[in-house]
């Protein structure tokens, strides 16, 4: 299993756009072989950050769904990226 998570940087003005747009994204990833679970959100504190969660069952799943990344629009708008990917290799119940 594999998790994708950090944060974005947009313009603030511009965050509930890029979201809204990304919402055939979500839905494709989350309907995606392997995809236990994928979310873009917009932070509750500071107002040009979008918080990104991914997991999936395996590196081969993800590389499938990812494809070609995102559109042009969509990296244009992107000011910074913090984002990694992390392997797992247990889970436990909390």
Known sequence: MLIIAGSLQVEPAARDAYLS???????????????????LAADPVEP???HVYERW?????????????????????ILDVDVHRY??????AP
């Open 21 to 39: 747009d990304c919402s055939d994204v979500i839905a494709q990833a989350r309907a995606a072989a392997g995809c236990l679970d994928f979310l």
């Open 48 to 50: 040009g950050r979008i």
């Open 57 to 77: 069952e395996s590196p081969e799943q993800l590389a499938a769904f990812r494809g070609s990344g995102p559109s042009d629009v969509q990296t244009t708008a």
């Open 87 to 92: 392997l797992i290799s247990g889970v436990e």
